[in-house]
């Protein structure tokens, strides 16, 4: 049985309202997990927001992985037999602030991805990961982890699918652009998209809504398959969805394109040099 | 003057009928040139066709550099100061076959890029190339090339950009797969606007229409923006059509997104190890 549940809960979080925004969470795995969701996707940053005013806003927002939020997660994934994807803000050794986004499942806390790229102001609060994307052997399946300026570098979707992930959960704040022109789907949708494709892998990505501080987040949650199509969404720019798409994640595991290419085995990495640096 | 007039030929061309192959090509640059074209771009294999029944036929097609094809469309480039790219079917030393894209401007050939990636059959004709693509400085702007399948490779678009690519133009033969979902675009059409927006530059992707020995072409050539939205195309999935879009390729020496960020210099490349081969 590889065909899962996989659910996005495109959820409004409001900054520095931890209790409110943990409630919000747990309502929407408990309604995703009702509706026969195995995988439960959450946005970035859920307990605490994301436009703070500074640093200082961020660290008193900011709870270590055995906190709350976590917790309240990993109680959830138990009890409903669930593996939980969600971005918090946390407070990590040394107090040093990392944008992260954790997997749980009956086992508890399986990962903790630190995101690598950050976006705009996150770098006044955050230090930035240093590890490449986990992929996680769960009941549902292998799952990787980004968070949502991360799936803007081909580079680093690459490493989960070599790893073997397929399906990529990734916690997003996508603030909203100029609008793309009539007809056409935000461009953080279409790189989803493609990623998916040019990996045969699974994508879901989970973004909030509505206003903060005068930053308008755009929605638009998407759950892609490995043939780069949306098996669900994108979802409403305005409003709160919770989005379900049946995932059979065995397609991903085969990444042949008709009777002799392969996404993965027709890379030639030996000429990829200047890509990535080395030594 | 950095706006210039790109177009895509997208004609149909027939295997092993060379003479009416070079005189379709010849007819579509001079269509482009007199439509106010500075750089035009064709198909993947014009002088040759795609379907071979076997090496012998693609052999007995091919040409050198200095052949009636590519002489012939250098001859137009210096009569109307055009930037000419397109596909041939080469016979390179020792009668190697090579799947090239060359650019011809008024001083002549200034790149041949043999394809690195290679499809399907392609295997048993071509050596695939081992260089990366050409980023040609030109009186229209910089001008990179590359070859259908090579588009399918994250790692691959994003040489030429980081070696300062405005244009990135792209003959192809896009065979027709299975029919996307209903509004759905091709999944190739996606990944160019994906490759596009992810390196802010633009992408020319040249295709042609109808059927050869049962291999029907998908047509939808597209001229892509730096945002990654369609600035000419999709076009027809049936029938030959010239593709016209005003670029200012200076957009692409831009790649800021936001105040704080940039497409190329917020990549992480000491991370990206097993993106590419070591040693």
Redesign the interface.
């Known amino acids: 049985m590889s065909a899962v549940v996989v659910a996005c809960c495109q959820i409004a979080l409001r900054v520095a309202e931890v209790e409110a925004n943990r409630a919000c969470a747990v309502a929407a795995i408990e309604d995703a997990a009702a509706r026969g969701a195995r995988v439960v996707v959450l946005p970035e940053l859920v307990n605490s927001g994301y436009v703070f005013a500074d640093r200082d806003e961020a660290a008193a927002l900011a709870e270590p992985l055995d906190g709350p939020t976590v917790t309240a997660w990993a109680a959830l994934a138990r009890a409903h037999g669930l593996v939980v994807v969600g971005g918090v803000c946390e407070r990590a050794d040394g107090g040093t602030l990392r944008n992260t986004a954790v997997l749980v499942d009956r086992d508890g806390l399986r990962a903790a991805y630190r995101k690598?790229?950050l976006?705009?102001?996150e770098?006044l609060a955050f230090a930035?990961g240093?590890e490449?994307p986990p992929v996680v052997a769960t009941a549902a399946g292998r799952i990787g982890l980004v968070v949502c300026?991360d799936l803007?570098?081909?580079?680093?979707v690459?490493?989960p699918a070599?790893a073997g992930a397929e399906l990529l959960c990734a916690p997003v704040n996508w603030p909203r652009a100029a609008r793309?022109?009539e007809g056409?789907r935000p461009?953080e949708v279409?790189?989803v998209?493609?990623?998916a494709?040019?990996n045969r892998m699974w994508i879901a990505a989970c973004d909030r809504v509505r206003a903060e501080r005068g930053v308008s987040w755009l929605g638009a949650s998407v759950i892609v398959d490995p043939?780069?199509?949306p098996a669900a969404g994108p979802a409403s720019e305005d409003d709160e969805e919770l989005l379900l798409a049946t995932c059979d994640l065995a397609l991903a595991r085969d990444k042949a394109i008709?009777?002799?290419?392969d996404?993965l085995a027709?890379?030639?990495?030996?000429?990829?040099?200047?890509?990535?640096?080395?030594?």
Chains 1, 2 share one sequence.
Do not use: I, K
Not at 152 to 156: A, D, L, R
Not at 266 to 279: I, T
């Open positions: 690598a790229h976006w705009d102001r770098v930035p240093a490449p300026y803007e570098f081909p580079e680093w690459r490493l070599l793309p022109p056409e461009g279409v790189r998209q493609a990623a494709s040019s043939d780069g199509f008709g009777e002799r290419n996404v027709d890379r030639r990495p030996e000429l990829y040099g200047s890509v990535a640096a080395h030594g």
